[in-house]
């Protein structure tokens, strides 16, 4: 079969491999729709999880169950699947002790283009298919569908982390996908005023329609300080933190009241100095008494999370399609939607490919 | 000045009174807007609180500032005003370990028409101005506005004790204008499917505009019936309460999940037998250890709550407007409203008086 | 293989059968200690849980593993264990959701003398072996070891629902084992005073040692009304119910103050009349507004509990050996063990059966 | 009266001041027993708050109510009381948002030797007498009980931040009196193994009194090695940070388990380079992702927290007097005992006043 892999730190292409082995409790997926991360730019150019040889990339996937194993009750052949990106071993000790995601170490359920070959195959192995795999509703788009493994799930979690009250003022820096949903799920959980910290148009059109009620650019001038000054110096009650430098911790603590919370869903792929470090504002901390809080998160995984995200779209409550900037038909154009998340041009939200021509 | 009474139980008139005085913590106000609640019926006609004589009824207000206390800080007269229920004693002993509705015993923050005279005069008393009293936009509609002191902080905080995760399944027994605002509190917290149970039409309609998904009626059978066959025999994620008779709680046991929570804001006021007690069904409920626990409230009062619930509306995340089914002009047409809702025709959602004719 | 049977309700004896089969991620372990549990005799004698044939009892055991599955990693035949009372399949929905204890339907968690043969035989079979048994240390005794699988898991977590603060007031009702396990746990998580209520003298003993502060005994006069008088009239901070009759949430309410928790871990048997019911106090409860939540949960289950709960008995947090006040040695003393548990003579605390003479 | 005041940075003496005015909502307060804090020693040697001039010292007290303000219900001149270091203003915002320290802004419920004039007087004055003073049981000792106003409320903290479950495992970095009262709070809240990073040996005697079970020292090596070594790799499920440079969060994130929570009580005194900053590892973080959060908080005040932490002393939960390593007798002592604090001498725990000679 044919995949689209990291060859090695800096360079892609297309390999072919054996289909994968389907095991007892897992399943083989056929893409029917997929999309590039920014990760995957992280992981091939940036070399941010190291070096990677032959690796198919990817972790954003609906598809179709082409295999299942014999133990698997749930799923069978020809259903249509939402795929997390995050696939936890759901029988280990971190589920016990509440942290699914991070199975088997640090990280540990983020597996697709870490530590097995990615979901852009003609086929992808997925592990521990009932407790995996969600249904995906006949009537759902694939261009929203395909936001639910990553960008809603990661997005959502940065909202649910910041403990939104209803009526309550939340900042969201950055508005790429990750940010936008962070901005729809601010709204979902009943957030009153909501910023969003960005200044590209077609991401700015969305932030507002996802229920961003004031837009905050760097443009304006200091993003922190606009903020103060719009809540009369008070701060927001809660700060997501999607996207920015290594210093972006700085401002989130500046503009958050006593008691807010700082909920990061970013991924910092560098520090400052060689001790590689991401760095707090003392002041701005509260001398770290002022019950500014650091909640912090990977992408939750799992099928419960999976269907409950696919109610939110079915019910109307958000319409995640509209992210779907590009839209490319045919299996082989992902490398071209690849390359255009890394050379990421003014007017994207989120590349993605519908596999069937 | 004249105010609307509770003569005795069963009975009640428009009486005159002194003007309440003002502490120096606390404030004079004139209303602007009054609603009539299902309370003020039940403490009338039921005598659910006991006896009460020349006690001026309601607690559903929003008006202007006639007067402050010399330590009130952050009010004026002229200032407008929403006033809540609920007006906690917040330098007391609950309000510490975390009950604010409940300062000074037993449901002790609701004294409007329970230990003082209520709201239904041409002044009213509000204690500690500065935390109980809430700021009113200008923009925001009169009618929208009296729905935030109880109805929709009451309504929201079913949701918010139902533990509704985004996406997860919730169902709202009873539509009336709690329950309605319940169900707008459950989208307000992400919910994807909400299960209305209610049958007047009126109410329906709105019940649907504030995200219920599915409307379940006694008219089609046993409720708790419905909503099992219409979940595949699974039940849902979340109950709330907000209304049904003494035995409601068994209905709401049988259609819950393990692990689903039961949120009640029903204000029983009667129960069964002489024990006046009301019943939960063991094998509902998992004979005690199936984790449908069951969580309570009083309507959350004070000036964070009723100004968070105003931003609420001030971003159009909702319109309580909606619910104001009766809108009646003068301060003397505030009998009439109140004998509306005692009657409750069934195209009734809520009352609303507004002062100025 | 022999095992101790309840041959139909009423009847308990001695059968033969196979050994069970090991499945591949599963265990085959020799009990090394036993204890019969109250549910054994409700199982037996009362028929709680409907008829069973020839169904091998018990749910408490530690043991010695004697096969493992070819997908087990962690235990060898040789390894000491703590078989946990409630085996969740970790790999299910309700884990996801939070509730595993609830895996595969209500109480679906409990499957040792309920949906299969119980540790009450020579060998028995444990699902999921990695993610539900514990590592029992070298040093631990099995008197102390066997109370680990339900009395301590069961009993912590009536403290662990009841939301307790440092410092703040705890009444357990019922001091049997469970009971005095939650009054260990009230002391583990912080409580100030601790009012046991019960009224036999070996209990009173242990119940102090753990944490009690006030014993109260229904000899003295009603219990509620004793508790009451010794806090001035307020109640306490927290309700842990680990015994009496269908009626004894009405006590319960009773003596909570307006926020307090009441967490349940009792077994209710039986209810009232033919609907079956467990009654509240309609005044008690605050009329369903005072913030008096009734929290539940089924014995929690699984490998992070047994281990967790091994580390206090070896960091000397307390010492359930304590309440092991019937040591029988050999396996064949397990009926007269579990006649005694059904007798329960005045002494009693909990038996205890140590396989080896 | 007298005084003990920084009379500016690096400068303490004597002063006279008038006894100061009490509202009608406060108390007059002469004090029993004094202890000087680390926080004295920053605010004057080393400008921590920045420049004050003849500002009474001094925030940890117990004493004898001298007089009281008019609306003053449950407090009289005579009563012994309990007063914390932290006094909020309990009618204000931030309490109804769930920050009472944080009231009138950051850290704003520290007022004594802040803001207004602290303990070290001949009389003191405390904002709403009934909200914040507790009452003193007479059978306490003083040592015990000036221990409650910071040490034991500030140590708890760190504990109730650390999300600590019955039988998991904690680390304390740093052993001075509010690392002991972590230690003590982490086994009040159930903690399994508890690390005591710490060298001095009273300390470590009292350390391991209050619930270490492993003594970890820098002198045997990298601190964060021992503790990894300690646990297979496996690290710990809380830390709590309570003393250490501006760099001691790093430390903290390498010896925290995926899910860990890093409880802060530590004040950060200074920070690195021109913009103060507070360094988090990028690594031992998970790059933002590992569910590693940070939480932060100022020691609770308040009545309700002074009286539940006399609860803890007065049922023998544990016993704070053994921090009192070193009695002075007579107010004229209080300069010696401050001195004693800068300088801090190897056996030194707390140094305590009692006012009586």
């Not at 979901?119 to 298919?129: D, I, M, P, R, S």
């Not at 590009?326 to 007017?347: Q, S, T």
Request: glycine residues 14%.
């Amino acid at each position: 079969m044919k995949g689209l892999a990291m060859l090695k730190i800096g360079e892609i292409g297309w390999i072919e491999k054996d289909k994968p082995k389907c095991g007892p409790r897992d399943a083989i997926v056929k893409p029917l729709a997929l999309a590039p991360c920014t990760s995957d730019v992280h992981t091939v150019w940036e070399g941010a999880i190291g070096e990677r040889h032959n690796m198919i990339l990817g972790h954003e996937a609906v598809g179709v169950v082409d295999e299942v194993g014999n133990d698997v009750k749930d799923f069978k052949p020809g259903d249509r699947v939402i795929v997390p990106a995050i696939t936890p071993d759901w029988d280990t000790e971190a589920v016990q002790r509440g942290f699914p995601s991070q199975t088997g170490g640090v990280l540990g359920g983020w597996k697709f283009s870490n530590f097995k070959d990615g979901v852009f195959g003609e086929y992808f192995h997925v592990n521990l298919a009932d407790s995996n795999l969600g249904h995906l509703p006949d009537s759902m788009s694939l261009e929203a569908a395909v936001m639910i493994p990553d960008m809603l799930s990661t997005g959502f979690m940065g909202a649910e982390n910041a403990n939104i009250e209803i009526g309550s003022s939340v900042a969201v820096i950055g508005i790429g996908p990750v940010g936008l949903s962070g901005i729809a799920g601010a709204k979902l959980r009943g957030a009153g005023r909501i910023f969003g910290v960005g200044s590209r148009p077609n991401l700015i059109k969305i932030a507002k329609k996802y229920g961003a009620t004031d837009i905050i650019s760097y443009k304006e001038g200091d993003t922190a300080e606009q903020i103060l000054e719009a809540t009369d110096g008070e701060g927001v009650d809660s700060v997501i933190v999607s996207g920015g430098g290594p210093d972006i911790l700085i401002d989130a603590l500046n503009i958050a009241k006593p008691g807010a919370k700082i909920s990061n869903n970013n991924y910092f792929g560098s520090g400052f100095g060689e001790q590689d470090t991401i760095p707090l504002c003392r002041a701005g901390w509260g001398v770290g008494m002022a019950e500014k809080d650091i909640v912090t998160g990977l992408c939750p995984g799992g099928r419960v999370r999976m269907e409950r995200l696919a109610e939110v779209i079915t019910h109307g409550r958000m319409d995640p399609s509209l992210m779907a900037s590009h839209v490319f038909k045919g299996f082989d154009k992902l490398e071209e939607a690849l390359l255009l998340m890394k050379d990421k041009p003014r007017e994207l939200v989120k590349p993605v490919v519908l596999v069937e021509e």
